[in-house]
């Protein structure tokens, strides 16, 4: 197999040796190591995540009385609107990305990805992106239209300050980021797989990886067009969606939701792909019903692309369109079914432990199965008409995206931070953290349900005391307080644990995929000899049945003796966003001399990266390096 | 230790894996599956709002077949000596690549001086990105392939440039191969522009 650290050099410049792991600051804006730029995805993705939840914050205290008013009017808008815009794109996909970059080259036996130097854009562009957003708020406020920035508001008519434009341009480059991460994955595990890594020997976390990759390659690009078509008509007086010219606002929200609904799954398979890893573990038993699984995932892959009008039921397309989308949307609830029995079979009979990741799985559990009943009432179409756009439907997404996606998110922290720093993660703050969250956001999620029913729309400002939303809403904010505290002493964990945890071996949990038969944390090359894989838990088959140690490939997959092939550090990719992004500026802020700049920049980026031969580097593997299973 | 080995046993140990493409070239692949997604969200937005033409004269009066017909001829033949160029590639014969690589640049920007004189005309007559939902679907469903052929055209001139350092030998056949992959993909998708837009808007 061609894999960047197998080939073969011929001529040019000879590739320097490098014995130690360059450090500082630099070595970190230049470096192409999936891991460290895993590593940049969880710590970006977590400082967007504090901000956007502030923001929550604010929302809930303006909620919690009846007539408040902690903030004004049209900044209730903006918090809404870049809450929810932060929480699906700056900090819930970085985090899942964070964690596909930190495991998935590991779990099947390669040294990085396939495009490595692409990884590293993929990491600028989203923080590029994400920035130039919030930089928005000193630019005459941020974006005000909600999260989906449905049209006519969103137009230049009722929205004519450069919020909008932030939210068009800005998603616009951390989106082409995305999209580069989905090629890169996608290339990835097609290709670098270690000999004997077959399709169904890859862990599940992989798969769920292939799965979220190919979602991300057919969802964005539909993204990419409705941004454009909004950026043209706000930016040059294009005629797409204003009405009065016969343009159609319902292209938005078409064009929105062929790529929403998929995102959401974008958002949830890498979790489910999480829990696939945590459960087996802990439960000391292998995946009940593996290929049901994989069968699973791409079934629910496949479905999130045809059940896109169910976002739109109340839009007006007629009794039969609702009808189908409204099974299809049903349907769904049988692959991700059969997931969640098979994770209750996994641990049914085994030895369970416990421990805090085993407790986020439980919660996971839990409230995802919740989010998903109440998933279910929304796919009736006629019933929807009544939920739709009131706080039913806030209750059921955050159940999914908070009792789902951030959940496995924490469970794959307290699983997986021992293999990347070394340390554990601390058990008694973990269990505080996990109790303070769960109750915390039963109590602000589970009253939502109560005030959709009796009402309440989303994204109201505020309301009268008389129409009896005050209780229900004041308990909500109170239930705010404890989510905050848990996240406050989950964070302490995070900060306190990276120095000072307790030090972790290089297989602390008995594991059953690669990561763990290398040291923690692992070595830049991640192994110091490409591994023969032969079997599904292929770390587990040989603790059990080999010898407690990866036997090597075959001589085929390996480079000159006593070195190892890395591609080298690299401040392009860096440059290239920072163009993109000044750019995107000179288009916000009708400057043409900024974006000349800027697209020229972009030109020299491109074409010094497209044709810059990367000589790489040899890397010689530390002495004491072997791994084995303990007894 | 040596207890009976059922994983191990029933599932043969593979000690060779079927041979892959190079990393390129299925990234290219990749990338240009999304991109047929990118244009088949503008030529539905085409097709959406080609009627809405908000007053003005619609696209099959304003349009000249014949000045597309040459175009559409002179991109497709770029196609033709991309291919011709690749075969060069493969024998070494580097001259004869760089030739064919120049031929298939000065076709992809003849195209692009077309359609910017096609522009031209359109928008002399008052139809523009601005005038209609009809010319806003327009231009940018074509004004984005045409940005397409001239990114083509500048990776055409780039590489031409890369061929004269010593790395080239080495990468040339992949390098040229992802160069074409992405080419042919933009005349097919120029095949489908034509029928769609020119065609059909002429017939109606």
Redesign the interface.
Same mark, same amino acid.
Do not use: C, R, Y
């Given at each position: 197999m061609a894999t960047h650290s197998e080939r073969v050099w011929h001529g040019g410049h000879a590739p320097s040796a490098v014995a130690e792991e360059p450090r500082g600051l630099w070595s970190w804006l230049t470096t192409v190591d999936h891991k460290r730029i895993g590593q940049m995805y969880m710590g970006a993705g977590l400082f967007f995540f504090l901000l956007a939840g502030i923001e929550a914050f604010l929302i809930r205290l303006q909620l919690a009385r009846p007539d408040n008013h902690v903030v004004s009017a049209a900044l209730f808008n903006q918090l809404f609107t870049m809450h929810g815009v932060t929480m699906v794109f700056l900090a819930g996909m970085p985090l899942l990305i964070g964690f596909i970059n930190l495991v998935v080259p590991i779990q099947i036996g390669a040294r990085d990805v396939a495009f490595p130097r692409l990884n590293a854009l993929s990491l600028w562009l989203f923080i590029g992106g994400g920035l130039m957003l919030y930089t928005s708020w000193f630019f005459g406020g941020a974006p005000d239209a909600g999260w989906f920035n449905y049209v006519p508001i969103s137009g230049i008519q009722y929205s004519p300050g450069p919020g909008v434009d932030f939210y068009d341009i800005g998603l616009q480059i951390s989106g082409i980021g995305t999209l580069m991460t989905g090629i890169n994955f996608l290339t990835t595990i097609i290709n670098l797989r270690a000999p004997g890594m077959s399709w169904l020997r890859l862990p599940m976390f992989v798969w769920a990886t292939f799965v979220t990759s190919l979602l991300i390659v057919f969802a964005f690009p539909p993204l990419t067009v409705d941004l454009f078509l909004q950026t043209f008509d706000r930016l040059f007086g294009a005629h797409f969606f204003s009405v009065a010219a016969g343009g159609s606002p319902l292209l938005w929200a078409n064009l929105f939701w062929v790529f929403g609904h998929p995102e959401v799954y974008i958002l949830i398979m890498p979790a489910f792909g999480i829990i696939s890893e945590v459960v087996p573990v802990m439960s000391r038993r292998p995946l009940f019903g593996y290929t049901t699984m994989v069968l699973s995932v791409m079934a629910i892959g496949f479905l999130s692309f045809m059940v896109w009008v169910h976002h739109m039921f109340d839009l007006g397309y007629g009794p039969w369109v609702n009808s189908i989308f409204a099974l299809s949307s049903m349907l769904i609830a049988v692959p991700t079914g059969v997931k969640i029995f098979n994770w209750l079979t996994t641990m049914w009979g085994g030895q369970v432990r416990m421990n805090t990741a085993m407790h986020w799985v439980m919660g996971f559990l839990i409230t995802f199965v919740i989010g998903g009943m109440s998933g279910v009432m929304l796919a009736l179409a006629p019933a929807d008409l009544q939920f739709n756009n009131s706080y039913f439907v806030v209750a059921h997404f955050h159940y999914v995206l908070i009792g789902g996606t951030l959940f496995a998110i924490f469970a794959g922290m307290y699983y997986w931070f021992p293999k990347y720093t070394g340390r554990f993660l601390n058990e008694t703050l973990g269990k505080w953290q996990f109790w303070l969250v769960f109750i915390g956001f039963n109590v602000t999620f589970f009253p939502m349900h109560f005030l959709g029913l009796m009402g309440m729309p989303r994204r109201i400002y505020t309301y009268a005391p008389h129409l009896g939303l005050t209780f229900w809403n004041s308990v909500s904010t109170d239930g705010v307080f404890i989510l905050s505290a848990g996240m406050v002493i989950g964070a302490i964990n995070v900060l306190w644990s990276y120095g000072h945890g307790q030090l972790a071996s290089a297989d602390p949990w008995d594991g059953r995929t690669l990561e763990w038969a290398i040291p923690s944390p692992p070595p830049a090359y991640n192994f110091a000899y490409i591994p023969q894989v032969r079997g599904l838990d292929a770390w587990w088959v040989e603790k059990r049945y080999g010898n407690g140690r990866m036997l090597p490939a075959p001589e085929a997959h390996h480079g000159p003796p006593g070195t190892i092939h890395m591609p080298t550090s690299t401040p392009m990719p860096l440059f290239l966003a920072l163009s993109i992004v000044i750019a995107g500026y000179g288009l916000i802020l009708h400057s043409l001399i900024l974006a000349i700049i800027g697209f020229a920049f972009v030109a020299i980026g491109i074409h010094r990266s497209m044709f810059t031969v990367d000589p790489g580097m040899y890397v010689r593997p530390h002495e004491v390096e072997e791994v084995r299973a303990d007894g | 230790?040596a207890?009976m080995?059922p994983?191990?046993t029933t599932?043969p140990?593979?000690?060779?894996?079927p041979a892959?493409?190079?990393?390129s070239v299925?990234?290219v692949w990749?990338?240009l *599956?999304?991109?047929s997604?990118?244009f +088949?969200?503008?030529i539905a937005?085409f097709l959406?709002?080609h009627n809405?033409?908000?007053g003005g004269p619609g696209l099959g009066r304003l349009i000249d077949l014949q000045l597309t017909f040459i175009a559409t001829v002179t991109l497709l033949s770029s196609s033709l000596t991309m291919a011709l160029g690749y075969a060069q590639v493969l024998k070494g014969n580097l001259g004869g690549f760089r030739f064919w690589l120049v031929v298939t640049a000065l076709l992809g920007l003849g195209f692009a001086g077309m359609q910017a004189f096609e522009f031209h005309h359109l928008y002399t007559q008052g139809f523009s990105? *601005?005038?209609?939902?009809a010319?806003? +679907?327009f231009f940018?469903l074509t004004g984005?392939h045409g940005l397409h052929v001239l990114f083509g055209a500048?990776?055409l001139i780039?590489?031409l440039?890369?061929s004269f350092?010593?790395?080239f030998?080495?990468?040339a056949a992949v390098?040229v191969k992802v160069l074409g992959l992405y080419w042919h993909f933009v005349d097919v998708v120029w095949v489908i522009i034509f029928t769609v837009v020119y065609l059909m808007g002429k017939v109606a």
């Open positions: - | 230790m207890e080995n994983h191990l599932h140990v593979e000690t060779e894996m892959a493409p190079d990393n299925l990234g990749i990338w *599956s999304a991109e997604l990118f +088949a969200s503008l937005t959406l709002l809405q033409t908000n990105l *601005s005038s209609s939902p010319g806003s +679907a940018t984005f500048f990776w780039s590489l440039a890369f350092k010593k790395e030998v080495e990468e390098k």
